[in-house]
């Protein structure tokens, strides 16, 4: 059963950094690209990132390049977003997602505020 | 960065047909947007319904179906269900890989 979890999640203030997990199980992890989404409370979906297998390639939303960095470690089956420089419009539950979004972990929530 | 659209609130009669759309600021959605649409209800993470225009999952339900209509993206339900009352999304990518969502519609069964 694929299983997509995510940790990391919390209150921090503005300017602050936060580092959010996913870990991934069920499927070959190292094969496959990976997404982050997010959704501000009350808000529709936003495409953050996306990493592909090897992370030759990465992508971001021009609403977090230059703050965002999206890594995985294949060994650990584990992808990974450092967030820098954190806005209160960043606050939002950040979602996982398999690359053709066919699995989604549960979120975690980042509340970015004083 | 592009901007996508979608209807913000439909209403449809149990057993009815609604089709929503989704477009794009750039011009014509194509299939080489890769248009992906999903469900959302309250308190749950998304559920992918349609991927690559019109392809469905094993869950999606029959009643569901993807496809390309004057220069959008549309999923049309056909037999609408009172549990299809949820939040929809479409999704396009564009160059560079990045992708976009629409700001969703909310489908009301009534």
């Known amino acids: 059963e694929v299983q997509l979890v995510e940790s990391g999640g919390g209150l921090v203030k503005p300017g602050g950094s936060l580092r959010l997990s996913c870990a991934a199980s069920g499927f070959t992890f190292s094969s496959y690209s990976m997404n982050w989404v997010r959704q501000a409370p009350g808000k529709g979906l936003e495409w953050v990132s996306s990493?592909?297998?090897?992370?030759?390639?990465?992508y971001y939303a021009d609403s977090v390049k230059g703050r965002f960095t999206i890594s995985r470690d294949n060994a650990k089956n584990s992808l990974y977003l450092q967030m820098n420089s954190l806005r209160a419009e960043d606050t939002a539950v950040y979602y996982c997602?398999?690359?053709?979004?066919?699995?989604w972990g549960q979120g975690t929530l980042v509340t970015v505020s004083s | 960065q592009a901007v996508v659209t979608q209807e913000p609130s439909l209403t449809v009669s149990p057993g009815g047909t609604v089709t929503l759309t989704c477009g794009s600021s750039t011009g014509a959605v194509t299939s080489g947007h890769y248009p992906y649409w999903f469900q959302q209800k309250p308190g749950q993470a998304p559920r992918t319904l349609i991927y690559d225009t019109s392809n469905k999952h094993s869950w999606t339900p029959a009643r569901f179906s993807g496809s390309l209509l004057g220069g959008k993206a549309a999923l049309t339900l056909s037999g609408a269900q009172p549990e299809d009352e949820a939040e929809y999304y479409c999704l396009l990518s564009y160059s560079g890989a990045r992708q976009v969502f629409g700001g969703g519609t909310k489908l009301t069964v009534l």
């Open positions: 990493i592909s297998s090897s992370s030759s390639y990465i």
């Open positions: 997602a398999s690359p053709v979004y066919d699995y």
